[in-house]
């Protein structure tokens, strides 16, 4: 009997190491375990080009709109939309009849003018004869002087008359202004025009189609990089895979707000300048009123380090733990704290100062993520420049993206993901 209560007690402290044995394996496999399993790129000497990337639509670098200066009815229209004119050419003409008659109306008012005009000066003459005879007073010479005086009023009024009435009859006629292309017309036989010089009515367009420009919208954060006769590649939705080249003509001096509604629901409020870029290449095809996008070359560096722009992320100073949101309140403008708070995207308890955040790379070594601060320069469409802290050649990690803007902390255990076994899933995916 003993001897069986003996056998149990050992068969139990061996079952009890052997629990401890496979907890003890586990417990180590798990803190062995990889928290993440990571791509990775080496740091290295690339030149960089920065860019502000903004949309707009394409306009012609010259262009008029022709409107009637005088109310009217369309009676001839010698183009269609489309059509080549040179300087000079008739495009529209007006009813003249009723501007005719004001001409003929006018012109007879100013012969009225011109013999009233005669037979003052004739009466002037012949009473001041008489007053140096003595045969008519001084009161007679002034009263025929100020009828000549007024009749000399009436002739210049009769005569700012008729060339008004000739000036309107001429308006009846419309000329291209320049040489180009019809690129509107609004108007059509039949039709009225307003002709009115502080409301435009406009007929038509004529544009020189030869030299073409983007007016574009460039945000407030990135127009204090753009000078003009910086360079420019544009890129229009209509002739895609072409990169055309561009050149920062002129930029406004005065911002344009534009309201529209974000993720949340809320009024968002942009500031934007325009910024127009003139096409140096030409173009077949393009029409004015076409999207297109520009990215305007604001700054250049030549043999720099650099890593991927998707590597560098920011974090509390330290110890590379993550932040929630590492927006200062110093950064947002009393409109825009409103904004953000009433549409509930902004946190305000978890803001972070800017004297508590750095910028780092996560660097790859012996199966572990450490956080290294770094200094960054100017950044291009994939890449970033790296003025310190890094050294060419250095393994830095490059994603998954997830881990590197939230999850990933300093000596995390990571993996290097199988670059192989991944393409052969993403041929299998295709």
Do not use: H
């Amino acid at each position: 009997m003993k001897k069986r209560k003996k056998r149990i007690l050992w068969i139990s402290i061996i079952l009890l190491a052997a629990a401890c044995v496979v907890g003890w394996i586990m417990m180590k496999q798990k803190e062995e375990k990889p928290s993440a399993t990571v791509t990775v790129e080496t740091a290295s000497i690339r030149s960089l080009t920065a860019t502000v990337s903004a949309e707009g639509t394409i306009e012609p670098v010259t262009q008029v709109k022709i409107s009637a200066e005088i109310p009217g009815r369309i009676t001839k229209l010698s183009i269609k939309e489309g059509d080549v004119v040179q300087k000079g050419d008739f495009l529209v003409e007006l009813d003249p009849e009723t501007y005719m008659s004001a001409l003929d109306a006018a012109r007879s008012s100013l012969k009225s003018a011109q013999a009233n005009k005669l037979k003052a000066d004739a009466d002037y003459k012949r009473i001041s004869e008489l007053v140096t005879r003595g045969m008519a007073s001084q009161a007679d010479m002034d009263a025929a002087l100020a009828s000549s005086q007024l009749a000399e009023a009436d002739l210049e009024r009769s005569e700012a008359q008729e060339r008004q009435s000739r000036d309107n009859l001429s308006k009846t006629r419309l000329s291209a202004p320049m040489s180009g292309t019809i690129s509107v017309l609004n108007k059509e036989v039949g039709e009225l025009t307003l002709g009115s010089q502080f409301q435009e009515d406009v007929i038509l367009v004529v544009a020189d189609l030869s030299k073409m420009e983007v007016k574009s919208d460039v945000d407030e954060n990135d127009i204090t990089s753009v000078d003009l006769g910086d360079t420019a590649r544009v890129e229009i939705d209509a002739i895609p895979d072409t990169t055309f080249r561009g050149i920062v003509t002129e930029i406004a001096q005065s911002a344009s707000n534009l309201t529209g509604s974000g993720d949340f629901g809320a009024d968002v409020t942009g500031t934007n300048f325009a910024v127009r870029v003139v096409l140096i290449d030409s173009v077949p095809g393009v029409r004015p009123g076409m999207s297109a996008t520009v990215d305007i070359e604001t700054d250049y560096r030549y043999d720099v380090l650099s890593v991927p722009i998707q590597s560098v992320a920011v974090r509390k100073k330290g110890d590379g733990e993550s932040v929630t949101q590492t927006r200062d309140t110093e950064e947002l403008s009393s409109r825009q704290m409103q904004q953000q708070v009433s549409a509930g995207v902004l946190d305000t308890t978890k803001l972070v100062k800017k004297d508590e955040l750095e910028t780092g790379v996560f660097l790859f070594s012996e199966g572990e993520a450490q956080w290294l601060p770094v200094r960054t320069g100017i950044a291009a469409d994939r890449y970033i420049e790296i003025t310190e802290g890094l050294q060419e050649g250095d393994s830095v990690i490059t994603g998954p993206y997830r881990s590197l803007a939230r999850d990933m902390k300093n000596k995390d255990k990571v993996a290097l993901q199988d670059e192989k076994k991944d393409d052969d899933k993403k041929k299998d995916q295709g």
